[in-house]
């Protein structure tokens, strides 16, 4: 069982507002990854982070933007927040040094309907 | 909200039979491929994997085959469950995973 938690699983917030997905993960990965799929559809990656300090934007753009200031800590916020932002957000890490880098642990994930 | 990508691909199988996921990549310098599940409303989970050097790997009811000649990954899952009903992505590793479009398999009785 990965060791990596989301909050809140299900959101529910009216346009405009600020927010702030949280991704925690305790396993001491250095890298991290959100990703944003909506139902029965592909993921795509928005973020990433190789480490503390280290942000970098994903594949599909994004209005959200992304800290890392604690290894084990990846807040994903959105500005003000519109009904395009609608969708799944599934936060993942993976570590270097072990069997596996690149294998990515997911959390269950944030469902954001923005009304 | 607004859709982006494409509906995945769905495969329907008898329970007991046997299925088999298709991948195709198209860069060959990936060493290193992975095959997850995702059951509704969770995040995906770790299946199986496959180093480039290898051409097969077996896990429980599980096997994965490699065909670096024609840049073609599957996923076979021997005596289908219900339980297996889930949307199925192959990954393959590059500075990150690059993640396929994914499958949706639907077990039925």
């Known amino acids: 069982e990965a060791d990596i938690y989301q909050t809140p699983r299900y959101l529910v917030i009216g346009t405009g507002k600020k927010i702030t997905l949280e991704c925690s993960q305790t396993m001491g990965h250095d890298k991290m990854y959100w990703y944003q799929q909506d139902p029965g559809m592909e993921l795509h990656l928005i973020h990433y982070s190789y480490g503390v300090n280290s942000t970098e934007k994903g594949d599909l753009s994004s209005e959200s933007t992304v800290s890392r200031i604690r290894t084990e800590h990846f807040p994903l916020t959105l500005e003000s927040a519109r009904p395009s932002h609608t969708s799944q957000y599934l936060c993942?890490?993976?570590?270097?040094?072990?069997?596996?880098?690149?294998?990515?642990?997911f959390g269950p994930g944030t469902r954001l309907t923005v009304t | 909200g607004e859709s982006v990508g494409l509906h995945l691909p769905t495969l329907s199988v008898q329970e007991g039979d046997n299925s088999i996921i298709n991948c195709a990549y198209s860069?060959?310098?990936?060493?290193?491929f992975i095959w997850y599940k995702q059951e509704s409303g969770k995040g995906p989970q770790f299946i199986i994997d496959?180093?480039?050097?290898?051409d097969k790997r077996q896990g429980q009811r599980v096997t994965v085959l490699l065909n670096k000649t024609v840049k073609h990954l599957s996923l076979q899952i021997a005596a289908t469950q219900p339980g297996d009903s889930a949307v199925y992505f192959c990954a393959r590793a590059a500075d990150k995973l690059i993640f396929g479009t994914g499958t949706r398999l639907q077990v039925f009785p």
């Open positions: 860069n060959s310098a990936s060493d290193y």
């Open positions: 496959i180093r480039s050097n290898m």
């Open positions: 993942a890490s993976s570590g270097t040094g072990t069997a596996n880098s690149y294998e990515q642990y």
